[in-house]
């Protein structure tokens, strides 16, 4: 399975991604996560990506794209990955299929989350991560069973420095203008799939499985 979960930020793409990669066993490669490491770890690219992700904006294409590529061309994704924040725009977007194209493959389903503005609000601006095993809650639709601690590793809980009200308001923006032009893209080359993810993430996640198939 080679799929791409496309929505917006706050739509749910994590959640569904730590379920679907139990499912079907292929990697989750999300971009965010893997720009956030390195600049926990304070590596070149740590450094090169920062700024723009605190405030927000995206990553620039050239330091996007081939770091997907060497992703894709370890062993781990030879039957297939979940791709989750990538891509976000038209170019990322093309330079993927020409890559794919190469290598003889395609995507298998393009998984689009619809969600509304308040709802992407409610949930950005309320959600939490584990900082030590990265797992993800919410205050109200997903609180830990003490609050402030995961209940899975017990660490402390934090609120992303790109989940506050502002910050938030311009990543949808930043969507609103870049990614969702991605929707029709991938509506042309017949792999996409809506899903209104405005749902409770089980009912969402049974709806992604049964059009996916076993
Ligand atoms: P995410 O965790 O997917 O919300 O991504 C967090 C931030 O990382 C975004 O707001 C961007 O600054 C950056 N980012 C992640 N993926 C990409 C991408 N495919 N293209 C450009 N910037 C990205």
Do not use: W
């Not at 959640?15 to 989750?28: D, F, G, H």
């Not at 989940?163 to 029709?184: G, N």
């Amino acid at each position: 399975m080679r799929a791409v979960l496309l929505g917006p930020p706050g739509a749910g793409k994590g959640t569904q991604a730590v379920k679907l990669v139990e499912k079907y066993r292929i990697p989750q490669i999300s971009t965010g996560d893997i720009f956030r490491k390195n600049i926990k770890e304070e590596t070149e690219l740590g450094k090169k990506v920062q700024e723009y992700t605190t405030s927000g904006r995206l990553v620039p294409d050239e330091l996007v794209v081939d770091l997907v590529k060497d992703r894709l061309q370890q062993e781990d994704c030879k039957n297939g990955y979940l791709l989750d924040g990538f891509p976000r725009t038209i170019s990322q977007a093309e330079q993927l299929d020409e890559y794919l194209k190469e290598r003889g493959e395609q995507l298998d389903a393009v998984i689009n989350f619809e969600v509304g503005h308040d709802t992407l609000m409610e949930r950005l601006t309320g959600r939490r991560i584990c900082k030590v095993c990265g797992a993800g809650y919410h205050v109200k639709n997903i609180p830990p069973r003490v609050e402030g601690v995961c209940d899975k590793c017990g660490g402390e809980l934090e609120q992303r420095k790109d989940d506050t009200a502002e910050t938030a308001e311009k990543r949808i923006a930043v969507y609103e203008e870049s990614t969702a032009p991605l929707i029709d893209y991938y509506a042309k080359n017949g792999a996409l799939k809506n899903f209104n993810a405005e749902k409770d993430h089980s009912i969402v996640f049974e709806e992604i499985i049964a059009a996916l198939g076993e």
